[in-house]
Structures are given as structure tokens and as C-alpha cells.
Antibody, heavy 128, light 108 residues
Framework: QLQLQESGPGLVKPSETLSLTCTVS??????????WGWIRQPPGKGLKWIGS???????YYNPSIKSRVTISVDTSKNQFSLKLSSVTAADTAVYYC????????????????????WGQGTLVTVSS | DIQMTQSPSTLSASVGDRVTITCRAS??????LAWYQQKPGKAPNLLIY???SLESGVPSRFSGSGSGTEFTLTISSLQPDDFATYYC??????????FGQGTKLEIK
């Protein structure tokens, strides 16, 4: 059974870079037709897609946050990572990683679908 | 950007009730819609994809319908385990994936 687990610091200072890693177990991250995504949820609020990456390194980002986000993949460790720079209190959220279903990945941009399964999430607080 | 609007934001119901949650898209998204259930402190869990396809392992009391701009999630007979927050998500516009604001289903 595929499982995802987020890890990283729970507290980040304003203006610094948030770094999280998602470890995939029970299956390979290098499988065709699946991307790997990050989604966040501020306390008491809704869900926001941050970006998704293919095992080849192809990435897509939410335009609203694209200038501060970098998602990378390490197939040797079956992991993918999120870096968010210049954080503020508004970046305080539970961050989830999830498998992002590929519907048609031969087109550009790739057509992706729903998220399943999800990691349990990790709360990152931005505070001095 | 496509906006997804769910209604109601909060819904009070009793065990055994039939409930319907609506999700409206600001423009047509064909049938490219998924539904998730989220319980407090937990990650969202996929219920429905392609607007009406039931994810494996999800009870048959859950069903989805709709296409274009209006979609519904129906629970035919509420069970105690169903009280949670429900989100819709569109995947029609690539690469931009957006969620509704959520509908909290409470016990009456």
C-alpha cells in the first residue's frame, strides 16, 4: 500500500526558507503517469495546490506562489521536496504531499487530475 | 482562474438523513471534478473522481453527479462516521488545480 510521509522543521523564521521532504513507501516514485504534489492548508482554512513534479523532474507550480517555490525529486531515495523562500506568517499551514494522478502526460502542459493518496500532513509555523 | 464555490458552507443533519452538497465552477470543467472528505486533524481522503466515479473502498452511500459547472455530492443515509468537511477540486485547467472552500457537515 502506497504511503507518503512529510518531514521537516515545524518552525521557520520570517524571511527564511521552508524546506520539507516527502518520503514515498510501498511503491516507486519513478512510476509512469503519476506526478507528486504539494498542497497546503492554513489553520481553519481550505486547501491550496502548491505544485507537482514528475520523476523526470518536470514541474508545475501554482502561479500565485511560483516565484518562491522550488520542488525537486530524488529518485534514489524515493523522495520529493518542497522549498518555499521568503516566508511570512501567511505561509503558516499544514503542508501535505500527495500522489497526483496523470491523465495525459504526453501533452504540454501535462493534464493532471486528482490527488490520492495523501500524507498525514505536517504543520509549519512561521514565527520569530 | 476557475473559481469553485461550494454550498452550503455548513450543513447540519442527522444520522440517516440524505444530504446533498453542491459545487459550482465559474466556467465549464466538463466532468473533471473530484470530491474529498477531511476529518479534523487528518488529511483529505478521495471519495469521487471524474465527477461520479466512486473511489475503491468508499461506501456506496456516497455518490457524485453533474457536469459543466454544477456538481453534487450526495450521501444517501448519513452515518456517524460521515460528519466531516467535504471539498471539491477541479482539474480541468492545466496546470492549475483548485479546491472549493469546503462544506462542514455537522450533527444536528
Amino acid at each position: 500500500q502506497l504511503q507518503l510521509q512529510e518531514s521537516g522543521p515545524g518552525l521557520v523564521k520570517p524571511s527564511e526558507t521552508l524546506s520539507l521532504t516527502c518520503t514515498v513507501s510501498g511503491g516507486s516514485i519513478s512510476i509512469t503517469n503519476y506526478y507528486w504534489g504539494w498542497i497546503r492548508q492554513p489553520p481553519g482554512k481550505g486547501l491550496k495546490w502548491i505544485g507537482s513534479i514528475y520523476y523526470s523532474g518536470d514541474t508545475y507550480y501554482n502561479p500565485s506562489i511560483k516565484s518562491r517555490v522550488t520542488i525537486s525529486v530524488d529518485t534514489s531515495k524515493n523522495q520529493f521536496s518542497l522549498k518555499l523562500s521568503s516566508v511570512t506568517a501567511a505561509d503558516t499551514a499544514v503542508y501535505y504531499c500527495a500522489r497526483h494522478i496523470g491523465l495525459n502526460i504526453v501533452v504540454l502542459p501535462a493534464a493532471l487530475g486528482w490527488f490520492d493518496p495523501w500524507g498525514q500532513g505536517t504543520l509549519v509555523t512561521v514565527s520569530s | 482562474d476557475i473559481q469553485m464555490t461550494q454550498s452550503p458552507s455548513t450543513l447540519s443533519a442527522s444520522v440517516g438523513d440524505r444530504v446533498t452538497i453542491t459545487c459550482r465552477a465559474s466556467q465549464s470543467i466538463s466532468s473533471r471534478l473530484a470530491w474529498y472528505q477531511q476529518k479534523p486533524g487528518k488529511a483529505p481522503n478521495l471519495l469521487i473522481y471524474k465527477a461520479s466515479s466512486l473511489e475503491s473502498g468508499v461506501p456506496s452511500r456516497f455518490s457524485g453527479s453533474g457536469s459543466g459547472t454544477e456538481f453534487t455530492l450526495t450521501i444517501s443515509s448519513l452515518q456517524p462516521d460521515d460528519f466531516a468537511t467535504y471539498y471539491c477540486q477541479q482539474y480541468n485547467t492545466y496546470p492549475m488545480y483548485t479546491f472549493g472552500q469546503g462544506t462542514k457537515l455537522e450533527i444536528k
